[in-house]
């Protein structure tokens, strides 16, 4: 941007080779740091995330380059979106400048074409709003200080050096404007304060800038790998490399039955070291902005105990990174296990898997699968996990349910009410729907209610339909969730051979666990259905008129968010619009919803453990759908939500207020 290049040019002589020589060793430091961690990537377990390219990149254009979780947050959204795009536009300003250090005039032909001026501007709009960001986010950390974000005098100087990096772009500009070369707006509005200076004394104004600016930014660029704002480097790749999977979906380990007849004591299933994380795992490490989004609403985080995703991102990070030498050294394998000396048992086990976290992570940044393999490794290998759990298996294993319940009973709820077993249909075709009833629905009495109601429902509506009876095997989400992935893989087989054998194509169910698992996680088993929630299915008897709803329900309903309905599988509106179409119903929303709904804390196998840290989740839960919508009826859409939450009333003694399923209140309106 020099426009006379005889007078402004700040590397003359001497200077030349100073510049030269900063240049250099600032550049070979970083691409030296940068090495390193690359090389640890490349030491990482192996994982595939080149596929469906095409999505990868619209992906990263709408979340990376669009900011779309950024902007969500209404809060600091727009702040952090207007400092990453004026990045993305400085990259020019910051090219031109060191350009301009080996070839004063070098840029000249840019800044002197159309492009070139279209370019000033857009810079100039971005260099006052970045500095107006920058201001304000050291406002509101040093002032507001919000409960996520830890204070750190990283992201002061971080600040700082984005300020300068403003700051000095502005006074070559006024500098450039009164020499009369091409500025923008910035650089005219500005020259009014270098006006009677000479030209001998604004070159020095440029020059002296333009030092500041190109050292300031070779020290950035080395401040960023290992800290926490290297994320300035990776977030766009990590966005890139994003699990496609849908979110609800845990990958399979393969070959569990070899793996456990080998002689190696080092089994390879789930991860006890830092050796056993894949190279995603390690560049989410390097990702993390340690922004807190993750733990702000995360129900353990909110309920005192000790697992808060974000702490577990930066105590990983930190050991990654301290023990960088030994990992490249080949030396990783005698390292201490993470679990134990990293994170404690208890943040593996507190985790709910209501997948709060990851919604909120603006880079992406899966906890889930991680903690589910820290799971698999306690579990499987050391047969350490909490006892009450032992119970929830050996129920499952003998019963095919985690309360350990005969078996023969599992169809008991349906007594009388004329339901055809699969057994005893004599053609398949007649069957419009298979409904899985889920181990809820089958033995606990508030989830029978619900059966009773939704095959109800169906029966009014004329739906041919059918269940399994004693053939139905828990869907083995809990098993999977706390780690036991042997016991899982049985029961999805057993259940797949079952509903292959009568040829099932579609099923329904009240259960959203039994919904994501045999929806996402039976195909890799040869099971490929189309499986329907119930919500989804009422909602659809409504829309085809084959029931009506014609009875009030007068009273004021809060509809709560399952996890594995809502975050899982973007399951918000079917449930909602049946409640609206239910006359005298006033739909009333909690503060925490839809996306950002708080946890009930039975998912991930918490409903079989002991919550003996902290205060209650659903208590939490309760208190948060209380206070902020008054209902008098809280709906369920998951059995395992609706035993949380009524067992929320009763322990918390909260008084005029009921819960049931959305089943059970369109029962009543058709009635
Ligand atoms: S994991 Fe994501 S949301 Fe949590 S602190 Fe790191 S970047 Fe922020
Ligand atoms: S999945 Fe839920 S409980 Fe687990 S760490 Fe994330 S937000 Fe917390």
């Not at 609800?248 to 070899?258: F, S």
């Not at 508030?446 to 004329?462: E, L, P, S, V």
């Not at 503060?591 to 409903?607: D, F, I, P, T, V």
């Amino acid at each position: 941007m020099n426009p006379t290049g005889e007078i402004l040019n700040p590397t003359q002589g001497a200077f030349f080779w100073v510049f030269v020589a900063v240049f250099v060793v600032g550049l070979l430091y970083f691409v030296n740091s940068i090495w390193g961690y690359y090389r640890l990537l490349k030491l990482a377990k192996p994982e595939d995330r080149f596929d469906r390219i095409g999505e990868r990149i619209k992906r990263m254009l709408l979340f990376a380059f669009g900011q779309k979780r950024i902007l969500s947050d209404a809060s600091t959204g727009l702040m952090h979106a207007f400092i990453f795009w004026g990045f993305c536009v400085l990259a020019i300003r910051t090219i031109s400048a060191f350009a301009e250090g080996f070839s004063a005039a070098s840029m000249d032909w840019f800044i002197n074409s159309t492009v070139g001026t279209v370019y000033l501007y857009t810079k100039d709009v971005f260099v006052i709003l970045v500095t107006i960001m920058v201001v304000y986010a050291a406002v509101r950390r040093a002032f507001i200080r919000p409960k996520r974000v830890d204070p750190s005098l990283e992201a002061y100087l971080v600040l700082l050096l984005i300020f300068i990096l403003m700051i000095t772009d502005m006074s070559m500009d006024a500098a450039t404007a009164v020499l009369g070369g091409k500025v923008a707006f910035t650089g005219r509005f500005l020259a009014g304060l270098v006006a009677g200076v000479s030209p001998h004394g604004l070159a020095l104004v440029y020059d002296i800038s333009w030092w500041i600016h190109v050292v300031t930014i070779l020290v950035f660029l080395n401040l960023l790998p290992g800290s926490k704002h290297f994320h300035v480097i990776t977030a766009i790749p990590n966005v890139f490399f994003q699990r496609l999977t849908p979110v609800g979906e845990i990958a399979n380990v393969d070959n569990l039955e070899e793996l456990f007849d080998t002689e190696d004591e080092n089994i390879p299933v789930g991860i006890s070291k830092i050796t056993d994380f894949s190279w995603k795992q390690f560049m989410d490490l390097y990702t993390c902005t340690e922004c807190g989004r993750c733990h702000e609403f995360c129900p353990t985080f909110l309920t005192d105990k000790p697992l808060s995703p974000k702490r577990v991102n930066d105590e990983l990070k930190h050991f990654l990174y301290d023990h960088e030498k030994e990992l490249l050294a080949g030396k990783g394998d005698a390292l201490p296990t993470i679990i134990g000396s990293v994170l404690s048992e208890d943040e593996i086990w507190d985790c709910t898997t209501c997948g709060r976290c990851e919604e909120a992570c603006p880079v992406f940044i899966e906890n889930i699968p991680r903690i589910i393999d820290m799971r698999r490794k306690l579990v499987m290998v050391d047969a350490n996990f909490p006892s009450e759990l032992q119970q929830a298996f050996t129920g499952m294993e003998r019963n095919g349910n985690p309360w350990n319940i005969g078996m023969s009973k599992r169809f008991e709820w349906a007594e009388g009410l004329g339901i055809p077993l699969m057994a005893e249909v004599e053609n398949q075709d007649d069957i419009d729907v298979l409904f899985w009833v889920g181990c809820a629905g089958s033995f606990d009495d508030k989830g029978k209610k619900i059966a009773i109601a939704f095959a109800k429902i169906m029966q009014k509506a004329g739906v041919k339909f059918a269940c399994l009876g004693e053939e139905e095997m828990c869907c083995g989400d809990h098993a999977r969730r706390a780690g036991e992935e042997y016991l899982y893989q049985t029961l999805a087989q057993q259940n797949v051979e079952v509903l292959n054998g009568y040829k099932v194509k579609k099923i329904v169910t009240i259960c959203p666990h039994g919904f994501n698992t045999m929806q996402h996680e039976y195909t890799e088993f040869g099971g490929a259905y189309q499986v329907i929630h119930h919500t989804e299915f009422i909602a659809e008897l409504l829309k085809e008129g084959k029931i009506t709803l014609n009875h009030e329900v007068t009273k004021k309903i809060t509809y709560h968010d399952s996890c594995y309905l809502g975050r899982h599988n973007g399951i918000y509106d079917a449930p909602r619009d049946v409640l609206k179409s239910i006359e005298g119903v006033e739909l009333k929303e909690a503060s925490l919803n839809r996306e950002k709904a708080l946890c009930c804390g039975a998912g991930g196998g918490r409903m079989f453990m002991e919550e003996d840290r902290g205060t209650r989740i659903n208590h939490k839960r309760l208190e948060n759908i209380m206070e902020t919508s008054t209902p008098e009826e809280i709906c369920t859409a998951c059995p395992f939500c609706m035993t949380m939450l009524s067992d929320a009333v009763n322990e918390t003694g909260v008084e005029n207020v009921t819960t049931r399923d959305l089943a059970e209140i369109v029962l009543e309106a058709m009635d």
